[in-house]
Each structure stands twice: as C-alpha cells, then as structure tokens.
C-alpha cells in the first residue's frame, strides 16, 4: 500500500493516545497517532517521523503519524496498514492460491475475525495482527495485554476443529527482525492461547515488511518461535 502527501517531522510528545505533538518545519503541530498502542520504545523525543497530510481542509488534525525511525530502521505505526498490506498478499495467492473469495470482516462464533476466504478446495479464516515492538531482533506482540486478542485465538481454534483452514498472521511492520514471539512477560495467557492454536492446527505466520516513507508491503516470512 502507499500513502500521499508525506511531511517529515521530528517527534515531540504524546499528550494521549490518539494525538501526538510534533515539530514540522520549525512549528509545532498537533497530529493524528494511528496507532492506540504504548508504542513507547518508539515514540522518543527528537525522533525522526513521516505524517500523511489529509486532503480534508476541515479536519481537526491535518496530518496522520505513519511511520518513525528508531535507530536506523523505519517503521510503520499505521494500525490499519497489517489489514490492508495482508489484502494484498492474499489476493496475490498468499494463503489460498487462486482465491475465489476474499472477505474482510467476517463474523464467525462471537468474533469478527479480519478476513474470511475461499478457492475451489478450501475456505480459511485469518486474524491479522500488526507488530511494532522489537527487542534485540525479535519482533514481539503483544506490547500491553490483550483480551480480545486471546478471544481471536480461541475463535480460530474453533474454527480449525470445524474443518476450516485457520492462520494468524502477524505483520512486522518493518524489516531486520530475526524471527517472532509471543510477548509472554506482557501477557502470558496471549502467549498460552498462541501455543494451545498451534497446537491445534492454526498456522502462526509472520511476515515481514519492506518500508519506505510513503508504503508499506510484505515481503517474506520469518520464523517463529513459541
């Protein structure tokens, strides 16, 4: 996927979890974080980043914090980029070849899982999760504890023992990470319900990204280890 309208900008603070301040051009600006997670080992002062300006002129904030550099390596913040890079890897086959039908959203059980899927011999549901945090090479989520995450879980589990093709993916949202694992010191019952999925037939998948200023896209899959 690719974005428009790209402004750098040094970081400055986060008020809350939806705004964050930031210097363009030498003037503060109030910005639109599109990424409600701590995202704290990212979001550091003086910190390099790149906003998507709005079209809109009547918007309240005019521009969307997408991306930062920590260190040397770029990374995507956009919360609703995994979805949207994940779209396209399985319309391009990634999963299912020759799919049929590609749903997003789908309800199954009590959850809507991210996308539901079809071809001539299969049908699938997928979970789509984005990863930002990285710690000496290893990408990791979650990075604050997540219920409904763990619910996902259970609901593909659910969905593999009634005879369908279940995956969660998980999208690192940059490139240079070794392999991926589940955060257990952050929440270890999303770490247990990850190993009791695989255990049962759901395909833990993680995949890395090429990142650039203005896009964002899949590029390979990495290990993972439970």
């Not at 990075?143 to 969905?159: M, N, Q, V």
């Not at 998980?170 to 694992?181: D, S």
Request: with cysteine; hydrophobic share 35%.
């Amino acid at each position: 996927m690719k974005y428009s309208n790209i402004t750098q900008g040094l970081f400055i603070s986060r008020p809350n979890r939806f705004i964050a301040k930031v210097n363009i051009d030498g003037e503060e600006q109030t910005v639109h974080v599109k990424n409600t997670g701590r995202c704290r080992e990212l979001l550091k002062e003086n910190a390099v980043v790149f906003l998507e300006k709005s079209s809109n002129p009547n918007r309240k904030t005019q521009y969307d914090l997408i991306s930062i550099y920590k260190g040397d390596t770029l990374i995507n913040m956009d919360s609703q980029s995994p979805n949207k890079v994940v779209g396209e890897w399985l319309a391009e086959g990634g999963f299912l070849k020759n799919p049929t039908l590609i749903k997003p959203e789908a309800a199954y059980g009590n959850s809507r899982l991210d996308f539901y899927l079809e071809n001539e011999n299969e049908k699938a549901f997928i979970e789509v999760k984005g990863v930002t945090l990285e710690v000496d090479g290893t990408a990791r989520f979650p990075d604050a504890p997540t219920e409904r995450g763990r619910k996902h879980l259970s609901e593909l589990i659910r969905a593999k023992q009634n005879g369908y093709r279940a995956a969660a993916v998980f999208v690192i949202q940059m490139k240079g990470c070794k392999r991926f694992e589940p955060n257990d010191k952050t929440d270890p019952a999303f770490a247990q319900e990850l190993k009791r999925a695989a255990e049962n037939g759901v395909k833990i998948i993680a995949l890395d990204c090429r990142v650039t200023q203005n896009s964002i896209k899949i590029d390979k899959e990495i290990p993972v280890r439970l």
